[in-house]
């Protein structure tokens, strides 16, 4: 390749960044060959959820933390109902904690199947949308609308509608499910476990480029099965604690470049959370289907690249295809639709495994049952700074590509972590300065 002229300033202009969920921007400068810094700049406003909540009963505070989020409403559900609950003493298990799961899971297939079909795919395919991915692989794409539905649907039957559903509650559900009701999810999931292998193999003969870094991960471990709904929080450098010492080891910071908090380890910096993490950290408790598929595909137990990130979000796909199933064909509704109990002043602390990551919750209420203080931390602020590192390794290998190369390159990279800027509190401008 020819060198390239130089010039005292070189600057990458991204009016909007497609395929992710919500607004900001990115500046990365450049000295040379060298980079002097990355800001992953967030401007939207702030929304405030946890101002709104303050002085609202415990029981609305389901309903308003789905509104953070129109893909991911069952992960600040069910954080805000776990955190109630152990204030209160309620213990959900049996068949209540397995409809949770189930929900869960539909939330995990739908917004998973969004991100790799329709935003992600086609920056590894050479598309810049997937409507124009669509005019060359229309199966692919109508397969994942269909996957995509499914998950939808779940949603439906057991939360009451597919966004921001309406029937989860402190205890439980206010009405349960039948197993009429749930046996054309059944159907419709046997369907999907083929759809789902396929989506595997496909996202992993996609070509990554060569690019790895050596991450904390952080994630739920649950121990006997895969993590979603619940698990002491541990990280690939041994950390191992109860969902209520998070604030104890992990911390937000307002930065000057953005409007949403950046989240750090004590003494330890950025970490990761979301499908790279739950993988490396729980590899074992994954069903040998999805086990076996990640060996077809070349992965082992840890994935360190970020761009294959596409491919273990697709067994998770499969995994919650599986898990659905199992949960289905071992349904027996219960006596009550929620666990009675008596409302009582405390501190309480949730965390879920949204598909981004984890999701903690920690609300103090009184004896009457208000919120007096509550506090969120959604996966993509916490994973800020290490898309931040990601850009400050990878742009320095990639300078002999030409600037719109390079531009779709970081674009890319920032996809990798399906980042939902409105729940962080929105993306992305590029402006890329050489000097």
Not at 226 to 231: F, L, M, Q, S, V
Request: hydrophobic letters at 40%.
């Amino acid at each position: 390749m020819p060198d390239r002229p130089k010039r005292s300033t070189r600057s990458i202009e991204v009016g909007y960044l497609a395929r992710v969920e919500g607004e900001g921007a990115l500046s990365i400068r450049l000295r040379g060959d060298e980079v002097t810094d990355v800001q992953l700049r967030i401007f939207e406003p702030p929304r405030f959820f946890e101002g709104l909540l303050r002085g609202r009963l415990y029981q609305e505070a389901p309903d308003i933390t789905a509104r953070i989020c129109g893909i991911c409403p069952i992960a600040y559900q069910m954080g805000a109902v776990q955190a109630m609950e152990s204030i209160f003493g309620v213990r959900v298990e049996g068949a209540l904690r397995d409809l949770r799961r189930l929900i869960y899971c539909g939330e995990w297939i739908e917004s998973h199947v969004l991100h790799i079909a329709m935003l992600h795919a086609p920056d590894f395919l050479g598309y810049e949308d997937a409507i124009r991915m669509a005019k060359d692989h229309p199966e692919v794409v109508r397969q994942a609308l269909r996957l995509k539905k499914l998950g939808n649907q779940i949603l439906a039957v057991i939360g009451g509608r597919e966004v921001h559903p309406i029937n989860l509650r402190v205890g439980g559900f206010y009405r349960l499910p039948t197993r009429r009701e749930l046996a054309p999810l059944r159907e419709e999931l046997e369907w999907a476990r083929g759809v789902a292998r396929e989506l595997v193999r496909w996202t992993g003969g996609f070509s990554f480029p060569d690019f790895e870094r050596d991450y904390e991960f952080v994630a739920l471990r649950h121990g006997r099965e895969y993590p979603i709904t619940e698990g002491r929080i541990v990280s690939s450098s041994g950390l191992d604690i109860p969902v209520s010492g998070f604030e104890e080891v992990f911390v937000e910071e307002h930065v000057a470049h953005s409007n949403a908090l950046q989240a750090t380890m004590v003494g330890r910096g950025a970490y990761h959370v979301g499908p790279l993490a739950r993988y490396a950290l729980n590899f074992d408790c994954l069903p040998e289907l999805a086990q076996e598929a990640a060996r077809e595909v070349g992965l082992g137990p840890v994935v360190r690249n970020p761009f294959q990130s596409i491919v273990v979000r697709s067994l998770e796909v499969l995994f919650a295809v599986e898990e659905s199933i199992r949960l289905i064909e071992g349904y027996q509704a219960p006596a009550g639709a929620a666990i009675p109990y008596e409302v009582s002043a405390g501190t309480g602390h949730g965390a879920t495994e949204a598909p981004r990551g984890i999701c903690y919750h920690r609300y103090q209420v009184d004896a009457a049952g208000l919120i007096e203080t509550a506090r969120i931390v959604p996966p993509t602020s916490q994973n800020q700074k290490t898309i931040e590192g990601d850009l400050w390794g990878f742009v320095p290998r990639f300078l002999h590509l030409p600037d719109d190369q390079l531009q779709w390159q970081c674009e890319q990279a920032v996809r990798n972590y399906d980042p939902c800027i409105s729940c962080a509190t929105h993306f992305l401008r590029l402006t890329v300065e050489r000097t």
